[in-house]
C-alpha cells in the first residue's frame, strides 16, 4: 500500500526532472490556451471552496482543539 508522502515524492521528483531537462517541442500555444489555463485556476479555486464549505465543522473544530492545547 503507497503512502502519500511516496506518491508526492515520486510526483515530484518526475516534475523536476522533466522541467530540468526539457526537450526541444516544435511546437506553439495556442490562443485558446489562456482561457483554458484561467479556467483550470477557477475550477481549482471552486472545488478547494466547495471542500472547505462541505468540512468547516471538522476543519474549526480541529483549529480548536490544537489553539486550546496550547493554552493548558
Known amino acids: 500500500m503507497f503512502c502519500f508522502k511516496n506518491v508526492f515524492k515520486m510526483t515530484l521528483l518526475i516534475v523536476l526532472g522533466t522541467l530540468c531537462f526539457p526537450q526541444y517541442a516544435y511546437s506553439y500555444i495556442d490562443p485558446g490556451t489562456g482561457s483554458y489555463v484561467f479556467q483550470i485556476i477557477i ?4 472545488a478547494v471552496s466547495f471542500m472547505i464549505k462541505i468540512y468547516w465543522h471538522k476543519i474549526k473544530k480541529f483549529v480548536g482543539r490544537i489553539f486550546s492545547q496550547k493554552n493548558k
Open 43 to 46: 475550477a481549482a479555486f471552486v
